[in-house]
């Protein structure tokens, strides 16, 4: 008598079980495929030049499908973001917001007759402009060419920068193939060739935060100064 209520309770939980599973098996259908969860707004904060249509293609996609491989075509055709944030507002919002890679110098380049004006990101990727971007330094390049890694110079020598207080737009560079030469107010800084621009971007850095220098500092290596201020 035992064994066959044993086995009537086994049979029961096992009932049980299979009905449970069924149940929520059949739930995670039906709101995958309802139209109560499907995607029908979508907000975000990513600047209006970025290419968004990939974003568009989620219109009427199921929310609870959507996740980071559902953005890798934005961040393909829009190199300048650095990460995406998404918040699923049930049962059918996206917000989407938007980190972007830094911006680092206006790149102002004369070695030809036509205009050549470049943005510099951290990424080391490059984008056109029309003019000197407000709040980023200017570098004029005169002469060439440039060596190859030229831009991950730049990029190491600017991200040192900004570990330094100074107004970014008043800091003019120009360089004639050779030899970077800043100029920070009445300061003029020779920095020398594009080697180890990192190491030398800590010190001017040093030199621009205290601002004293009204006239020519000459960098003798990557290392070592010498001043000629009043």
């Known amino acids: 008598m035992n064994e066959y209520i044993n086995n009537q309770i086994v049979i029961f939980k096992t009932f049980l079980i299979f009905s449970l599973s069924c149940l929520i098996l059949l739930l995670v259908v039906m709101n995958t495929t309802s139209q109560k969860y499907r995607i029908n707004e979508i907000t975000n904060n990513i600047d209006l030049s970025s290419n968004l249509q990939s974003l568009n293609n989620l219109y009427g996609k199921s929310i609870w499908y959507i996740d980071e491989n559902s953005f890798e075509q934005i961040y393909t055709d829009n190199p300048v973001i650095k990460k995406l944030t998404i918040t699923k507002n049930l049962p059918n919002k996206l917000v989407v917001s938007s980190e972007l890679y830094q911006q680092l110098v206006t790149i102002d380049d004369n070695r030809s007759s036509l205009k050549n004006m470049q943005i510099l990101y951290e990424n080391n990727y490059v984008v056109k402009t029309e003019g000197e971007e407000n709040n980023l330094p200017v570098l004029v390049i005169t002469n060439g060419p440039v060596e190859e890694g030229f831009r991950g110079e730049l990029i ?39 080697i180890d621009l990192g190491r030398k971007g ?14 020519t500092v000459r960098f003798i290596n990557s290392e070592t100064t010498v001043e000629n201020c009043t």
């Open 156 to 194: 190491s020598f600017f991200k040192t920068l900004d570990k330094y207080k100074y107004i970014k737009n008043e800091l003019k560079i120009q360089f004639d193939g050779n030899q970077f030469v800043a100029f920070y107010y009445l300061g003029r800084y020779e920095l020398g060739p594009a």
């Open 202 to 215: 800590s010190i001017l850095g040093t030199y621009l935060e205290e601002n004293f220098c009204s006239g």
